[in-house]
């Protein structure tokens, strides 16, 4: 039988990992950047929700299952929050008052998570029953009535989307360049892929839920378009010092007066 669950679980959260000390490092340098301490804060909680995911859809008991659902979702939480925070950063849209309000909203979703005695997505588990992927591998899903605080939470999330996809669109419409088309699908490509993760744990659909592979592919393509950025600003900075030079050189060797 082969696995996937779990080898893709810690792959996604070495590659988040190390993508996190990379941006964070950029991150601190003076003077301080938003843009790449938000994208480490995403990577880290990536790296650490996978392994947490992993453990919702191995789980062979209700008790087991409730504790890996309740830091997965709350991880989650907290990483739906920075990729709201970087977009804006790094879209320069910021309708305050919509980012405040969702980021409330899944603030009070990540305390249930943790308060609520079968978390957040169930107000009662009935039972574990056992799927099986098309190449044989099996995987865990509860079976409950979802609780209205998890729906409110879905609905806060899905808000979160349709911002993303319209501040990554329209930062493509105002330059279109090869960063900002990525961003824009790596975006639509998370978003896909999360609804359909969230239709796999509603019980919807009968799969394997491809959430972590939205964010791997998400992390992969911001990180190359943030390191590309990075240097370019680099470049252009070390190419103003070089101009600046020549033109203080031209002055001494063409001035009249003596310096």
């Not at 650490?48 to 709350?74: K, M, Y």
């Not at 992390?219 to 370019?232: E, F, G, K, P, Y």
């Not at 020549?246 to 310096?259: C, D, P, V």
Request: glycine content about 6%; overall charge neutral.
């Amino acid at each position: 039988m082969t696995e996937i669950i779990t080898p893709s679980a810690f792959f996604l959260s070495g590659v988040s990992a190390y993508a996190c000390l990379t941006h964070l490092q950029v991150g601190l340098r003076q003077p301080a950047n938003p843009v790449h301490m938000l994208f480490a804060a995403i990577c880290f909680f990536a790296s650490t929700c996978s392994v947490f995911q992993a453990l919702v859809l191995t789980s062979d008991s209700v008790p087991g299952f409730i504790q890996a659902s309740r830091w997965n979702l709350s991880l989650t939480g907290i990483f739906a929050v920075c990729m709201l925070w970087f977009v804006a950063s790094y879209t320069r849209i910021v309708p305050k008052p919509l980012l405040s309000g969702l980021t409330l909203v899944i603030a009070l979703a990540i305390v249930a998570a943790l308060t609520q005695p079968q978390g957040l997505q169930f107000d009662s588990i009935t039972g574990l029953s056992r799927g099986t992927l098309p190449w044989g591998e099996a995987y865990t899903r509860a079976e409950g009535r979802i609780s209205w605080v998890f729906k409110l939470g879905l609905l806060a999330l899905f808000t979160t989307f349709i911002y993303m996809i319209y501040a990554t669109a329209s930062v493509v419409r105002r330059n279109p360049s090869r960063n900002n088309i990525g961003m824009l699908l790596a975006v639509v490509f998370y978003v896909m892929c999360y609804t359909e993760g969230s239709l796999v744990r509603a019980n919807v659909i009968d799969f394997l839920p491809l959430g972590p592979y939205g964010v791997l592919g998400f992390i992969l393509v911001m990180s190359m378009a943030l390191n590309q950025q990075h240097s370019d600003e680099r470049k252009a900075a070390a190419l103003a010092i070089e101009e600046e030079h020549r033109l203080l050189e031209t002055i001494l060797k063409t001035a009249n007066e003596g310096i």
